[in-house]
């Protein structure tokens, strides 16, 4: 256990909001679009934590991807749709388009939050907006690298984060992150602690913000 | 396709709300507390459907029970308990302890809708409020007949309810509601039909009575 530096500093700031997400993940991209708000009316930031449901779903619970689950997967394409009508969200991406494999983005979110540190969850957004609005498919290295092209106020270099999201610490970091947030009982896309509280979907958004008004129940 | 004998007056009335629930599940009983007041403020009626999730989730979709899918178990038992608390609920049953088999109490259900139609609602709370607030175990058919002995308002004769439940014709009755709630795509207790517009989870009780109050978006 770590015991922090002043005590009494540490207790009076408030911790930031711990957000776990899949870049493949719909319901992850819906939540992603209204939790730094939700955090700033309540004198929070927010963690972004890249992660990955093929190994919390599918090799630790065992289950099968949302999409290819009977009922279920109809029901979720509905629900999406109905979300997004709701929102007013037009996406290129559909629900049901084949999904990308998201460890390059997910790596490439490493490397920036090792590289440009407290620059990984705007980098985030834009990845999820190139995915899901714009639908580009960013299993593609190159993809990735225009999200700096296009965005230079991000003050990252395209063609360092195209080789950088390949390198061995990326790799590594991805690793661990995914292997942290099991041990933290995440499993899910969006999934939400606060002061280890969790709170999974993004039906659950107004409940944390109950949760964060009120200290708890 | 059967058309309505009278159809203007069909489309002036408004169609019940369709509440599934299996009586094992802690979510769906949550919901049964609070889905007649739902129905009642946006002028509608409830139809109570007593489902299996043995069948849907474990058949169907081919998941396993949800208190034993690692991670996620431990996440409801969370949730479930947050739930209590905030709703101000005292159970004598934990969400924890084994489950009953909850066929003989589904059985009843449906005898009660074929001799005693438009109380099996009443009934299925009166089920909920005995398994779930005072623990009793419901797979043993005495205690089933308690029911009826308990809530002489309800008007359904005890030992009659006790022989019922194991009858053929309740045994077919509840093989047909449960195949019947697959084919109409519910998979989950409590899973609500409004004109056909599905709603999954106690969690959206409060997206159900925007879309009761809107008529969708």
């Known amino acids: 256990m770590t015991i922090p530096n002043n005590p009494i500093s540490a207790a009076d700031a408030k911790a930031p909001i711990d957000f776990y997400f899949d870049f493949i993940s719909s319901y992850g991209y819906f939540a992603s679009l ?32 949302l999409l290819e689950t009977p009922l279920k997967g109809d029901y979720v394409l509905h629900d999406a749709s109905r979300y997004m009508r709701r929102h007013g969200l037009a996406l290129a991406r559909k629900i049901s388009d084949p ?10 979110f490493y490397w920036v939050r090792r590289h440009h540190p407290g620059t990984e969850g705007a980098f985030a957004r834009a990845v999820y907006d190139r995915y899901w609005r714009l639908g580009k498919d960013l299993s593609l290295v190159h993809e990735i690298a225009e999200i700096a092209a296009q965005d230079p106020s991000l003050g990252i270099d395209p063609d360092a984060l195209r080789s950088g999201q390949d390198s061995e610490a990326s790799r590594q970091d991805l690793r661990q992150a995914v292997a942290g947030s099991i041990e933290r009982g ?13 709170f999974w979907g993004s039906d659950r958004l107004d409940l944390l913000e109950e949760w964060l008004a009120l200290g708890g129940w």
Do not use: N, Y
């Open 99 to 108: 999904m990308m494999d998201p460890r390059p983005a997910a790596r490439a």
């Open 34 to 65: 209204r939790i730094e708000a939700i955090a700033k009316r309540h004198g929070r930031t927010v963690q972004w934590h890249s992660m990955l449901l093929g190994v919390s779903v599918m090799k630790v619970m065992g289950l099968k991807p």
């Open 186 to 198: 995440v499993f899910g896309s969006p999934h939400i602690l606060v002061d280890g509280e969790p």
